[in-house]
C-alpha cells in the first residue's frame, strides 16, 4: 500500500511550534493514548473516538481520519522555515504508538521528502513496534515521568516497566537521537528525591545526552470542562521558577547531562 | 583579521541625560521661522523664485536663534526648546491658525503654544493668503478628483499640505568635499553655460540660489562654532569646556570642508539632516545607508588610533538622539493617522554593496546598539537581508526586536533589487538601495520619490460597485450596471475593476496638480544641490532634476477585497448561497449590526441638498419616484427582526468562507490578483517631472481612520472598522500561525508594488526568549523571505496590547505568547493564565 494512503485519526496540526525538536516544526497530533495522566493538558487526545467539546455555547468535533497524504501536504508548506531553521515534523499525541502503521508512514513520507523528523513519546508499546519506526526518526523526545512503578500506576494509570525497558533497547539500539523529557508535576514527581531518581536513570542511558524538565502548567484546564471531564488538578498551582531551578540543579548534579527547562 | 567587529559596547553615562533633558517638557511652537520667511518674502516679490527661495533660507540661517544644549556633543537645533518645531506656511498655515487653542491639548501629538507665538504667527499669516502651494494646487485639481476626495476615496493630504520630504541625499558627497567643494561643482556647471543659452535665464538663477544657501549653511554652522567658542569662555568645568572647543573647532572646518575625522563626520552629516528639514516641511527626509558612508571615517580614525570604539559609539548614540530633537506639528487629522511625533527618518545598516557583496561592517553593528542604548523612535532603523547577510547581524537585530521597540523593519535584498531594476534602475544603484519612510525603496542620492503620494482605499470603489457610482446621494465614480442584473462573477469584478480605475485616474490627477505646485511655489535649491543629477540638469529635484523620479500612492485594503471578492465568486456565483441584491442590503443594513441607527438628521440633509444639485445640474425631470429611489438607496429603509436575521446569516456564511492568511494557495492567488487592480493599472500613468507612477501597499496608520470611513464590506467587515493592514490578513483572519499567514502574504506580487509592502506580525517577546527563540525568529524572515516575501516588521506587544487582547480577541487571534515553556496563540488561554502572562510581560528576558 502507498504511505501517503495510510490513514490515521488527528486531533490537531499545529505549525510553527518551536519547543518539540530543533527549529520551526509542524506538530500533528495523533489521537489516542494508553495512559489517562491526571495533569494531561491535551485531555481530548486520551481517547480514540472522535469527541465533541463544547466550546463558548457551540459544539466542536475534535478528532478526524485524514490520510498520509493530506497531513504531509501541509507538513511541506513550511519547508522554508525548516530549511532554515533545521526544523521538521514531529508526532505527538495521544501516544503515537497507538496508531502505528500511521505514525510510520508519517515518519517515512517525511524522511522522503528530505524533512527532519521527531517523535514525542512515553515508548509504551511493543518494543517490535518501536523497532520499526526508528528507522525513520531523526529525535525521539520520549517521557520518563517516574521511576517507581506503584506511584506511576496511581497518576497514569499504567506502571512503567515496559516504558523503562523500551527507553534502554531504543538508547542501545543507537538508531535515534534519544532525549528524556520529565513533566515535573507537584505532588506526583517535583521533588528532589524524585528528579534525581529520573535523571539517574536518563544518565544510565548509552548515548543519551540531554534532558528537559517540562514545568507543569494548566494550559489544558480549559478543555476538561469542555469535555464535560472533571479536572481533578485543580489545586495544584504551578511551581515558582526558583523551585524549578533548583530542580534543574539537581538533575544537572545527578546526570551530568545537559538539562535544560522547557523543550 | 575580522571582516568586522560584531562585540557590544557600553553606553555612555552622557546619553541618559541627552534623553531626559530631550523629553523633560511637552514640545512647543516656535514662530522665528515663519516670522523670518515672511520677512524676506516680503523683501523680495517680484524676483523670480528660486532667488526668492534663496535667500528666504539664508535670511532664516542667519537669524533664527541657536543653541548647544547641555551635554551635547553634535549641535544644531531647529528649535530653543527641545523637540520644539517650526512652521511652514508656504505650504500651509490655515490649519494651524483654525487649531490655536487645541493644539496643546489633543490626543495626539500635542504641541504647547504661547500667546506670544501665537500673536507672531498671526501677524503674518495673512501675507500668504493665496500664495501657498496647497491653494495652488487646488486650483489645478480637476473637479471630479475633489469630489473624490471629499467623500473617502482616497486622499493626497500629505503633500498637499505639507513639503515633499522622502528623499536621501549624498550625505556621501558632504561629508567628502564639504559645501565648498559643492559650491565649486555649481560654479563649475555655471560657468559652462553660455548666456545665451535657451535654459540660462533660469539655470543662472538657480545655481546662484543654490550657492546661496549652501554659504548659507556654511556660514550657519559657524554661528554654532562661535556660540561653542563663547560658551566655552565662560564654562568652569574643564571637561565641558574643552568639549566646546572641540564643538567649535568642528562647527568652524564642517560641513563648510570635508570631513578629517569620524566625529567632524558625524557633525557635517548632522547639519545636512537639520538643516533639510529647515529647508523644507517634509517629512521622511532619510538617513539611508549611514554605516556605509560613514565607515570610510570611523576606519580611519580608528586604525589611525585616533579614536575608541566606545567614544565612536558614544557619537552615534548623540546622533540618535539628535534625530529625536527635530519635530513636526501637523493638523490633527493628520496627527491620528501620523501618531508618535514621527518623522519617519529611516536608517538602514547591511545588505549588498554595488558590487553585490555583503556590506555588514563594524557600524552596521553599533547602528543596532545606538537604538538599543537611546531606545527612542528615531531613527526607523532598518535592515537589509540577503543570502549572505551574516547570521550574528540578523542574531543582533532580532535582539533589538525582542526589546519591543519595534526595531527594526527588514527588507530582502532579493526582492528590491529585481523590482528596483524593473522601474529602470541601474544594477548598481539597484544594489545600493536605501529606505525612505516607511517601507519604500529607492537609490539615495538620486531619486526624488514621493513615496507618500496618497492613501487609497481599496474597499471604497466595491462600494460603488454596489450604489453604481453613487455615494450620499451624489455621482461620484461610474454609473456601472445594477448588481441585480449581474449574471457572473466576472461582471461584478469587471465593474470593481472600472471603478477602480477611474478613481486611480483621478488620484493621478490630484497628485499630480500637488506636483505641479510644489515645482511652481516651493522648489528646494539647498536639497537639489545634494541630489544627482540637479546641478547638471539646472533643474531643482521638484522640476525633475533627478535621476529618477517617482509618484509612489499607496493602497490599501488588499485582504478585504481579496476575502470579499472570494466570498462572492464562492457564496453568490458558485454555491449560490445568496444573491448580490441581498449582499447588497446586508451591506447597506450593516449586516443587521446597527439596527436601532435611526438616519442622521445632518446627513440628511446633505443628502437632501447633493440630490437636487445632482438633478438640477443635470436637467433631469424631478419625479417623486426618483428622489424616492436614490433616498432609499441612501439611507436605506429601516430592516425587520427577519431580514436582520437573514443580513446575519449572511455574514456568517462570509464569515466561514476561506480568508486570506492561512496558506490556501486558491484563495491567495485570487489575492494576488485583486492586488493587481491597483498595481497594475498605476503603472501607465507618469508625473510632471517625467518620471512614472509605482504601486505601494502599505497604509502607515491610515487604515483606522480611513476604515472609519468605509461602510461594511462583503469580506463581513463591519462598518466604520480598521481596513486590513499593509499586505498583512484581516485582524484575526490568519488562524494558523506566523508560517502561514507568511506563506500567504509571500504569494502576493510583492516586484510590482515597488514603492513597497508593509507586512506586521504580532508577538510577545517571550516567544523570542533565550538563544533559541532568536534562531527561530530570525529563520521565520529568512524563510519568508526565501519565498520573495519583500518587508517584515515586528511588533513585539506590550502589556496594554494584552489587556487590549483580552478585551478584543477578535483582533489578536494570531497572537503569539510562550507560556513555560511552551508557544501558544494568546486568546485561546483561560482568563487566569492571560492574567499571568501580563503580569509577567514586565519582567523581560
Known sequence: MNDRNVTGRIFDIQRYSVHDGTGIRTIVFLKGCVLRCRWCCNPESQKFEIETMMVEGKPVVTGRDVTVGEVMDVVEKDRAYYRRSGGGLTLSGGESLCQPEFARALLKSSKELGINTALESMACAKYEVIESILPYLDTYLMDIKHVNPEKHRQFTGRSNELMMENARRVAESGMTELIIRVPVIPTFNATPEEIRGIAEFAASLPGVRKLHLLPYHRLGQDKYERLGREYTMKEIVPMEQEYVEMLLDTAIKASGLECQIGG | ?845
Request: proline residues 5%.
Open chain 2, 1 to 845: 583579521m575580522e571582516r568586522y567587529y560584531s562585540g557590544k559596547i557600553e553606553k555612555s553615562p552622557r546619553i541618559p541625560k541627552l534623553v531626559e533633558a530631550l523629553y523633560a517638557k511637552m514640545p512647543e511652537i516656535e514662530p522665528a521661522r515663519a516670522v523670518l520667511i515672511t520677512e524676506s518674502y516680503r523683501q523680495t516679490e517680484g524676483e523670480p523664485i528660486y532667488t526668492r527661495r534663496g535667500k528666504a533660507f539664508e535670511h532664516i540661517l542667519k537669524n533664527i536663534p541657536i543653541i548647544i544644549r547641555d551635554n551635547e556633543l553634535i549641535v544644531g537645533s531647529t528649535t530653543l526648546a527641545p523637540r520644539g518645531c517650526q512652521t511652514y506656511p508656504e505650504y500651509s498655515w490655515e490649519w494651524l491658525e483654525a487649531e490655536f487653542d487645541t493644539v496643546a491639548t489633543r490626543t495626539a501629538d500635542p504641541f504647547y503654544i504661547s500667546e506670544e507665538t501665537k500673536e507672531a504667527l498671526k501677524r503674518v499669516h495673512p501675507y500668504w493668503k493665496g500664495k501657498t502651494t496647497s491653494e495652488l494646487a487646488t486650483s489645478y485639481m480637476a473637479p471630479e478628483a475633489i469630489k473624490a476626495m471629499e467623500h473617502n476615496i482616497f486622499t493626497t493630504g500629505n503633500y498637499f499640505y505639507n513639503g515633499i520630504g522622502h528623499v536621501c541625499v549624498h550625505y556621501d558627497e558632504v561629508l567628502e568635499i564639504g559645501f565648498e567643494g559643492i559650491i565649486a561643482k555649481i560654479q563649475d556647471a555655471w560657468d559652462r553655460c553660455q548666456v545665451s543659452d535657451g535654459d540660462y535665464a533660469r539655470r543662472s538663477h538657480l545655481y546662484d540660489a543654490m550657492i546661496r544657501s549652501c554659504q548659507a549653511v556654511i556660514d550657519y554652522a559657524r554661528r554654532y562654532a562661535a556660540l561653542a567658542k563663547h560658551m566655552a569662555g565662560e564654562c568652569t568645568d574643564p571637561v565641558r569646556r574643552a568639549e566646546l572647543l572641540q564643538i567649535a573647532d568642528n562647527c568652524m572646518r564642517v560641513p563648510a570642508k570635508g570631513a578629517t575625522s569620524f566625529y567632524e563626520a558625524c557633525q557635517s552629516f548632522w547639519f545636512v539632516q537639520q538643516l533639510i528639514q529647515l529647508e523644507s516641511s517634509g517629512h521622511s527626509i532619510s538617513p539611508g545607508r549611514f554605516d556605509q558612508y560613514m565607515y570610510p571615517y570611523y576606519k580611519a580614525d580608528l586604525d589611525a588610533g585616533k579614536i575608541t570604539r566606545e567614544k565612536a559609539q558614544e557619537l552615534i548614540d548623540c546622533i540618535w538622539v539628535k534625530l529625536n530633537d527635530l519635530n513636526k506639528c501637523r493638523d490633527a487629522v493628520s496627527a491620528e493617522g501620523f501618531a508618535g511625533y514621527s518623522l519617519f527618518q529611516n536608517l538602514i545598516v547591511g545588505g549588498q554593496d554595488e558590487e553585490g557583496e555583503d556590506a555588514t561592517n563594524d557600524l552596521s553593528f553599533m547602528c543596532i546598539t545606538a537604538s538599543q542604548h537611546v531606545f527612542l523612535p528615531a531613527p526607523s532603523l532598518s535592515i537589509r537581508i540577503w543570502n549572505g547577510t551574516p547570521h550574528d547581524l540578523m542574531l543582533r537585530a532580532a535582539e533589538l526586536t525582542r526589546t519591543g521597540i519595534g526595531l527594526p523593519a527588514y527588507y530582502n535584498d532579493e526582492v528590491m533589487i529585481p523590482a528596483l531594476l524593473n522601474r529602470g534602475l541601474t544594477l548598481k544603484d539597484a544594489r545600493n538601495y536605501c529606505i525612505i519612510g516607511c517601507v519604500e525603496p529607492q537609490a539615495p542620492g538620486k531619486t526624488d520619490g514621493w513615496h507618500d503620494a496618497a492613501f487609497f482605499n481599496m474597499c471604497r470603489p466595491v462600494e460603488l460597485v454596489f450604489s453604481s457610482g453613487m455615494d450620499k446621494g451624489e455621482l461620484i465614480g461610474v454609473p456601472t450596471k445594477p448588481v441585480e442584473e449581474m449574471k457572473t462573477f466576472d461582471e461584478f469584478y469587471d465593474a470593481y475593476k472600472t471603478q477602480m480605475n477611474y478613481m486611480i485616474q483621478l488620484l493621478v490627477n490630484s497628485d499630480n496638480a500637488i506636483d505641479c505646485a510644489h515645482m511652481e511655489r516651493c522648489p528646494l535649491p539647498f536639497l537639489s544641490c545634494m541630489l544627482e543629477d540637479c546641478i547638471g540638469r539646472g533643474k531643482t529635484a521638484q522640476e525633475g532634476g533627478c535621476i529618477y523620479n517617482f509618484t509612489g500612492p499607496q493602497g490599501f485594503g488588499i485582504a478585504n477585497m481579496a476575502d470579499g471578492l472570494y466570498a462572492i465568486k464562492k457564496l453568490v456565483f458558485e454555491e449560490k448561497k445568496f444573491t448580490l441584491g441581498e449582499l447588497k442590503e446586508a451591506l447597506e443594513h450593516n449586516y443587521g449590526h446597527d439596527a436601532q441607527n435611526a438616519a442622521d438628521p445632518a446627513v440628511l440633509a446633505q443628502v437632501a441638498a447633493n440630490v437636487a444639485k445632482e438633478l438640477a445640474a443635470s436637467g433631469r425631470h424631478v419625479g417623486e419616484e426618483e428622489v424616492t429611489q436614490i433616498v432609499s438607496s441612501v439611507i436605506g429603509t429601516q430592516a425587520t427582526d427577519a431580514q436582520n436575521a437573514r443580513y446575519a446569516q449572511i455574514k456568517e456564511m462570509i464569515d466561514a468562507a476561506p480568508k486570506f492568511g492561512n496558506d490556501d494557495p486558491e484563495v491567495d492567488m485570487f489575492a494576488r490578483d485583486v492586488a493587481y487592480t491597483y498595481t497594475r493599472p498605476m503603472e501607465q500613468y507618469t508625473n510632471p517631472r517625467g518620471g512614472r507612477y509605482q504601486a505601494g501597499l502599505y497604509p502607515v496608520s491610515a487604515n483606522v481612520p480611513l476604515g472609519a470611513q468605509t461602510g461594511a464590506t462583503p469580506d463581513g467587515r463591519l462598518a466604520h472598522m480598521p481596513v486590513a493592514d499593509g499586505v498583512s490578513p484581516s485582524a484575526g483572519k490568519d488562524t494558523l500561525g506566523p508560517t502561514a499567514a507568511a506563506n500567504s502574504v509571500a504569494k502576493l506580487d510583492h516586484l510590482i508594488a515597488s514603492n513597497g509592502t508593509l507586512f506586521n506580525q504580532k508577538f510577545h517577546p517571550s516567544a523570542l526568549s533565550g538563544m533559541t527563540g532568536l534562531e527561530n525568529f530570525a529563520s521565520l524572515i529568512r524563510g519568508f523571505f526565501d519565498q520573495k516575501g519583500m518587508h517584515m516588521q515586528f511588533n513585539v506587544v506590550s502589556r496594554e496590547t494584552l489587556l487590549d487582547a483580552q478585551k478584543h480577541p477578535e483582533n489578536y487571534k494570531h497572537l503569539v505568547v510562550r507560556v513555560a515553556g511552551y508557544s501558544a496563540l494568546f486568546t485561546t488561554l483561560s482568563k487566569s493564565l492571560q492574567d499571568d502572562i501580563i503580569r509577567r510581560t514586565e519582567q523581560g528576558f
